[in-house]
């Protein structure tokens, strides 16, 4: 099958690297003209495709990938954020699924929010449109490229990815496959297009191509998420740094608690969603805390606790620094504490937390709604892991990221989330009354 090329040559610099980054813009903006007036068969049709195609050439995929791992393990690079970067045949599967569920959800574009027809007879309509062209920033992890993709698509969206360098050549693979299927459904294939990623001025010239990128949305680290908010004039959403707790509260079940807490933690560490403090109420934290320790510690898990976590001791407890209560750590480890009551740990929350994911285990109804109700978070969880906060579960199909702001959408945002708003007038001749201009020298 024959792949398109396209320009992704990393080997320009100053203002050619500029201008090659907006010129990608230009061709996107041109490509998410046509894209929002695709229907919605043509749009699933063209996602069903997509995830055909990705697992008949997953063999090419995947030995892409493998040059990213290796090249990864030479430089020293975490386990944590090796795990983040690998793919296998299930991985490449799941992106596959997670582009048919998108297909199979409705289309945002055109959906009628609100109407009416005011008093002098003008019909009022507030309709989901889409929002042009999205940036996508993100690091490591190549299932975020076609995550984007399908989802920006299927609202009627363009998107540039710029990933990281150190999934280089997967991010290069995924597009070339994709874009393949764009062109042969007839669609413009520049409404999917991966800019340079060896020079991180190629981030600046995205976030700053306003007037051709209409949102750009920032998926990594504290560190990458701060820069692009902070210099981005561009109209940025802040996504996913995850500094999330499990509060163990007096009436908790204690087998219930471990499992939340084990999972929370343990089930996949390197995710935005795992959780990085657990707190206990002190009037089970001498039963419950040697259980927790026992089985962290049997997962892997080094805890850094405060004085009372210590005392209970354990191998694989270390004291907590003043760091700690505020570290996404992204891997096996977990900070620990003893609070007083429900109110102590919600401060404890205020103080550290990062917006994204807190969990509550209690028996106690008042207390759940205690928390949910004081808690400042994008998903708050009444006996549930921390875990749950993800597009897929919570049946978006995919996620473009996990807002952790206020404004336009907040936590994990899916189809409607990738949309604006159009206000559409109908009139017959109205004009709005009011008195005449003065003339001239009246």
């Known amino acids: 099958m024959t792949v398109i090329e396209f320009p992704t040559s990393d080997k320009a610099t100053g203002d050619d690297l500029r201008d090659q980054v907006r010129d990608a813009a ?47 393990r030479e430089s020293g690079m975490t386990e944590a954020l090796i795990d983040r970067l690998i793919l296998s045949t299930g991985r490449v599967e799941a992106m596959a699924d997670g582009l048919r569920t998108v297909a199979g959800l409705p289309d945002p574009v055109g959906e009628v929010l609100r109407g009416q027809v005011l008093p002098n007879g003008v019909q009022l309509r507030q309709v989901r449109v889409p929002l042009g062209v999205v940036g996508i920033v993100y690091e490591g992890r190549p299932n975020v490229t076609v995550d984007a993709a399908g989802l920006t698509l299927k609202s009627g969206n363009a998107v540039l990815l710029r990933g990281s360098s150190s999934a280089e050549s997967s991010n290069t693979a995924l597009v070339w496959i994709l874009r393949d299927v764009v062109a042969r459904h007839g669609l413009p294939v520049d409404a999917v297009q991966l800019l340079p990623c060896h020079d991180r001025a190629s981030v600046h010239h995205l976030i700053t191509a306003r007037g051709l990128v209409d949102v750009v949305i920032p998926r990594g680290g504290a560190g990458l998420i701060a820069a692009v908010v902070e210099q981005s004039t561009v109209p940025a959403i802040e996504t996913g740094v995850g500094n999330c707790h499990v509060y163990v509260d007096s009436s908790a079940d204690l087998d219930m608690a471990l499992r939340i807490l084990l ?8 995710v935005c969603n795992s959780a990085e403090t657990f707190l206990v109420h002190a009037d089970i934290a001498e039963e419950f805390l040697s259980r927790a320790i026992a089985e962290l510690s049997e997962a892997g898990v080094t805890v850094h606790g405060d004085e009372q976590v210590v005392a209970v001791g354990g191998p694989n407890v270390v004291p907590a620094t003043d760091e700690d209560w505020d570290t996404e750590y992204l891997s096996l480890d977990i900070a620990a504490a003893v ?9 404890h929350i205020r103080e550290h937390g990062s917006g994204h994911t807190e969990a ?7 207390a759940s709604q205690q928390f949910t109700a004081q808690v400042d978070a994008a ?9 749950f906060t993800d597009g897929g579960e919570f049946g978006m199909g995919a996620e473009i990221g996990i807002s952790t702001q206020k404004l336009h959408s907040r936590g994990p945002m899916g189809l409607p989330e990738l949309t604006s708003t159009k206000w559409l007038a109908f009139g017959d001749g109205h004009v709005r009354p009011g008195s005449a201009p003065a003339k001239p020298g009246s």
Do not use: H, W
């Open 26 to 72: 230009r061709r996107a903006r041109e490509a998410s003209a046509e894209l929002a007036q695709a229907t919605r068969g043509a749009k699933d049709a063209l996602l069903q495709d997509m995830a055909d195609e990705l697992v008949k050439r997953a063999p090419e995929i995947l030995e892409a990938n493998e040059r990213d791992v290796a090249a990864a």
């Open 263 to 270: 999972n929370s933690k343990a089930r996949r560490p390197s």
């Open 339 to 347: 609070v007083e009551s429900l109110p102590a740990a919600v401060e």
């Open 360 to 366: 509550i285990v209690t028996s106690d109804f008042r």
């Open 379 to 387: 998903a708050v969880m009444v006996n549930a892991s921390t875990a």
